[in-house]
């Protein structure tokens, strides 16, 4: 075959707004960490690198547990690592489902030979404890498993009774951060979390590619006392903390400049401090929502069981999705998601992630929006940017 490399153009993507799903924007100190010069796995430096890692992805998920680390991968490795090496085949897991990630966390345990016990809730809403309780009282779940955080419908799901409801039933509580962690509280310790997993590219606004993982003594004991061995090689705990553990063994080549990304992107959330953090996500998504509000506009999800950095916005009828969604980004270098699943054509997910959750974001979204609903002869109610402006002037 011949090619003429003159064919393909110089890279340029251009600048968006990423007020989708994730990724989100990604300060531009994290892609210059990126770019320093790729050492070796082993080289000293990059072993002190290491180290910072998990010293401040301890710090993100509050907890003291040893073996926090990255996975390399993105979150759904994250979602498969701690599946893969909590449950053995025949075990029983009890997988929470409201949504898209639900889901797909109970393929993963039908995938791997687990016995798959479903915890249904209607996707928009969350999950009953009093439901889980119910099943738990039928079997003898290994794990219970839950997303906290639903980035398909914008539900936030409470913890602290699944966490009691799992400890009491001596099951292990696996929890999907993926788009919490760094945009809401997520504390391991207090809440009593054994395993969890994200993603760098919602909140912590670092490019997609790796997976913070941590995991509790009990999760750690689960693993040793495997009757076999883990299916997956790649994602087998038991190597790969030796990797980044104190023997430094080989396992894989850790994605060098990624995790200078991750570190520097971990560097940015220490400085501001997860307190202020977590408070600046939710004082956007309140502008957001009281200028969405105004217009006439609904959003999908209950307001004590909404997300602060993703709000899924119903689509007015006769108002054309994918129009708008193509204006957004073509006039407006604005990104948001479209609904998954039953809520394909029926919702907007415009998400305040990390870097992303910024006054001037609202602001501007809002009024894209008005003028590209006026456009379409939706009866837009004036007043968006007063009503934003006003959540801002509150303080
Ligand atoms: C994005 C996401 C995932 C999957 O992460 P990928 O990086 O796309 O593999 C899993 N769970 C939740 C809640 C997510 O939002």
């Known amino acids: 075959m011949k090619i003429n ?36 796995h082993l080289d000293p430096y990059f072993l002190s690198i290491m180290n910072d890692v998990q010293e401040l992805l301890r710090y993100l998920f509050q907890t003291n547990n040893p073996l926090t680390i990255p996975i390399s991968g993105t979150g759904s490795a994250g979602m498969e690592t701690c599946l893969v090496n909590l449950v053995e085949s025949g075990d029983e897991v009890v997988v929470c489902v409201n949504g898209v990630f639900g889901t797909r966390m109970a393929d993963i345990v039908n995938r791997i030979g687990g016995k798959l016990i479903r915890v249904d809730a209607e996707w ?15 079997c003898t779940p290994k794990v219970i498993a839950v997303v906290h955080a639903e980035t398909s419908t914008g539900v936030c799901q409470p913890l602290e009774d699944l966490a009691h409801i799992a400890h009491d039933a001596g099951a292990l509580f696996l929890v999907d951060t993926v788009t919490s962690l760094g945009g809401m509280d997520v504390a391991l310790d207090r809440t009593k979390i054994d395993a969890a997993y994200s993603g760098t590219q919602k909140c912590i606004s670092c490019p997609p590619g790796l997976s913070p993982i941590s995991l509790s003594e009990g999760a750690i004991d689960a693993l040793e006392q495997r009757k076999t061995p883990v299916v997956s090689w790649y994602l087998d705990m038991s190597m790969v903390r030796d990797y980044w553990g104190d023997e430094r063994k080989y396992h894989h080549t850790a994605p060098i400049n990624m995790i200078y990304g991750f570190r520097e992107a971990l560097r940015i959330i220490a400085e501001e401090s997860l307190e202020r953090r977590f408070e600046r996500h939710r004082l956007n998504h309140r502008a957001l929502v009281a200028g969405i509000e105004i217009m006439g506009l609904s959003m999908l999800v209950p307001e004590s069981e909404r997300l602060p950095m993703l709000n899924a916005v119903c689509i007015p009828d006769g108002v054309d999705d994918i129009k708008i969604r193509k204006a957004l980004l073509n006039d407006f270098d604005i990104e948001i998601g479209g609904g998954l699943g039953e809520f394909a054509g029926r919702i907007w997910r415009v998400g305040l992630m990390g870097h992303t959750s910024h006054p001037r974001n609202v602001l501007l979204f809002l009024s894209a929006l008005e003028t590209l609903l006026k456009a379409e002869n939706f009866k837009v109610q004036p007043g968006a940017l007063d009503a934003a402006a006003a959540v801002y002037q509150e303080r």
Request: charged share 25%; proline share 12%.
């Open 5 to 40: 490399a003159d064919d393909y153009r110089k890279l340029n993507p251009g600048e968006r707004i990423l007020m989708g799903p994730g990724p989100s924007n990604v300060p531009s100190r994290v892609l210059q960490a990126m770019a320093a010069p790729c050492i070796g």
């Open 124 to 138: 928009g809403r969350t999950i009953d404890p009093e439901a889980v309780q119910k099943i738990v009282s039928d």
